[in-house]
């Protein structure tokens, strides 16, 4: 008895060949750089641009108690929502 699996998993994976390269791009180009921004919101980084430790929350601490915060989220929601209209 012949097995026809591994000719039918082959044609399965096929569409792969041909959307792997995308999915890669966007990895590299859109996942990578939001993986390297959550891990630096959690250092300490001087003004010269070196990190000089570990930040813990202390960063989401200080933004939430930024006093313009809310100003800045309303008018990125409001560009959000022209720029989409």
């Known amino acids: ?14 569409p792969l060949l041909w959307i792997g390269p995308a999915v890669a ?3 590299v180009v859109v996942l990578w750089p939001v993986v390297v921004l959550i891990h630096s ?12 430790g570990g930040a813990g929350w202390r960063n989401y601490s200080n933004l939430w108690h930024e006093t ?18």
Request: aromatic share 8%.
């Open 1 to 14: 008895m012949r097995r026809v699996w591994p000719a039918r998993a082959a044609g399965a994976l096929r």
């Open 25 to 27: 791009l966007i990895a």
């Open 41 to 52: 919101s959690f250092q300490n980084i001087a003004v010269d641009g070196f990190v000089v």
């Open 68 to 85: 313009a915060l809310h100003g800045v989220v309303l008018r990125t929601v409001i560009w959000v929502v022209a720029v989409v209209a």
